[in-house]
């Protein structure tokens, strides 16, 4: 795998407060990368119009908005959303939520990630919000339910990608938050893994935020990690 490739597999999580900063980070990390995700702060803050921005330059935005309502509703963001040029966005793996959205995506090129478990959830939060499978078991049942649904890929921790990767098969993505370099702090994730290990279980994407944004020198943390990824094909 190239250089290039190994770019396209890295996505860089925008979790800023403002969009002033974003756009700052977007700037300092110049051709270093080409994909960065959005999620709730920014985007509350102006960030979907950086979004817009970004897909113009050329950048691939991911929408990190996990959607989950009734189906009209749901079919009616994601319309919108594909037309604004972002190239992934997630749902919660709920599987009527999941038909409803492919639908609406249909012939758009935009990639729906079904969201199975949040990984700074782990077996004990599950049990307080009421589930009575594991987090292993919630993630796969998932898995199975977005490949069936049409989706184009699931957000899952790393520790689970293996198994989902053998449930999905080789084609659909499967992109892992939680990413931590050997030695970086876990911070507020409980599933963490390395680049390189996520690669290896069958990763498609990464997202990695602090490690990157918080580095004394962002240029230079993503490239190790890019070198991780490379490494781990």
């Known amino acids: 795998m190239t250089n290039r490739q190994a770019k396209d597999q890295l996505i860089v999580a925008l979790d800023v407060p403002t969009v002033l900063e ?18 709730y702060q920014l ?18 935005v991911f929408l990190d908005m996990k959607l989950l309502d009734i189906d009209n509703t749901v079919a009616k963001g994601v319309e919108a959303i594909a037309r604004t040029g972002a190239s ?30 949040l990984t700074s959830m782990d077996d004990p939060d599950l049990a307080e919000a009421g589930y009575g499978d594991s987090a292993a078991s919630l993630v796969a049942r998932r898995a199975g339910q977005a490949l069936e649904a049409g989706m184009g890929g699931i957000v899952c921790s790393a520790a689970e990608a293996a ?15 939680g990413i ?4 970086a702090a876990a ?16 990763a498609s994407h990464l997202v990695v935020g602090r490690p990157i ?13 890019l070198d991780e990824i490379q490494s781990a094909q």
């Open 163 to 177: 198994v989902v990767r053998g449930i999905v098969g080789p084609d659909m993505a499967v992109v892992t938050p």
């Open 213 to 225: 944004v918080a580095a004394p020198d962002r240029q230079a943390a993503a490239h190790s990690i």
């Open 88 to 117: 992934m966005l997630t749902i919660h793996a709920y599987p009527k939520a999941m038909r409803a959205a492919v639908e609406a995506a249909s012939g758009s090129g935009l990639c729906l990630l079904g969201v199975t478990v």
């Open 43 to 60: 985007a509350f803050a102006g960030g979907l119009q950086l979004a817009d921005e970004l897909a113009r330059a050329g950048k691939r």
């Open 22 to 39: 974003a756009a700052g980070i977007v700037e300092n990390l110049g051709d270093s990368v080409g994909f960065y995700k959005i999620g």
């Open 187 to 202: 911070g507020d994730q409980k599933r963490v893994v390395t680049p390189a290990d996520a690669i290896a279980a069958g």
């Open 180 to 183: 931590r370099p050997a030695g």
